[in-house]
């Protein structure tokens, strides 16, 4: 059974840094990984899709990368700001046609 | 392109009664899934359609659970006999189906709080 886990839980830093949110996942048999916006009460936001291909993808400020033999995957986020702050969930899709999220990282950007 | 819409956004609701949400896709996508959301957890798979075909069904969705998308367009989703452990945010999705390669776009989410 597929199993995604997100490190860390909780992330603060001053707006300005870069920081990176980590993603691992138990079984490499993936055919992409999503990477999701989550603010409170709302819906998910997409903001990268890495294909089982590829090795990263980048969108403006956003890089994700993917090593699907170690099961792993990072967001990376630079020059963080306080609108950054929000939840982001990765997301696995297996073979069955569906998403398996992690529980997230809630990051907060201070000014 | 207006996105995916879910309508009611909050629903409240007293243990036992029935509930019903309503999921519009984007328009030309052939693929509309429903998750559930508890607070602090990722979202968890329920059932995807193709079109208006019911393709997988989760552990999840329950006797007391029923989804329909007739003639592929717009989803529901039913939640007979609610119970206090139905609270959670049912989020609908869709894709273009592309192989295993499509994007999923999500709704913002309807919220379910039983009493």
């Known amino acids: 059974k597929q199993e995604v886990t997100q490190i860390p839980a909780a992330l603060s830093v001053p707006e300005g840094e870069n920081l990176v949110l980590n993603c691992s996942f138990t079984d490499s048999a993936i055919y992409n990984l999503q990477w999701f916006r989550q603010d409170p009460g709302k819906g998910l936001t997409s903001l990268l899709l890495i294909q089982s291909s590829q090795r990263e993808q980048t969108s403006g400020r956003l890089n994700a990368s993917l090593d699907k033999s170690s099961g792993r995957s990072t967001l990376y986020i630079a020059a963080s700001q306080p609108g950054d702050s929000a939840t982001y969930l990765c997301?696995?899709?297996?073979?069955?046609?569906?998403?398996?999220f992690g529980t997230g990282t809630r990051l907060l950007v201070s000014p | 392109d207006t996105g995916v819409s879910q309508d009611p956004r909050h629903k409240i609701t007293k243990r036992g009664q029935n509930v019903t949400f309503r999921c519009d896709p984007i328009?030309?996508?052939?693929?509309l899934y429903w998750y559930r959301q508890t607070l602090g957890q990722g979202p968890e798979f329920l059932t995807y359609f193709q079109n208006e075909a019911q393709l997988e069904k989760s552990r999840l969705l329950s006797d007391r659970f029923s989804a329909e998308r007739p003639k592929g367009s717009f989803s529901t989703l039913e939640i007979q006999r609610t119970e206090q452990g139905d609270s959670a945010m049912y989020l609908c999705?869709?894709?273009?189906?592309?192989?295993?390669?499509?994007?999923?776009?999500f709704g913002e989410g309807s919220r379910l709080t039983v009493l």
């Open positions: 997301a696995v899709r297996t073979g069955f046609q569906k998403l398996v």
């Open positions: 328009s030309e996508h052939n693929r």
């Open positions: 999705a869709s894709s273009l189906y592309r192989g295993h390669t499509g994007e999923l776009f």
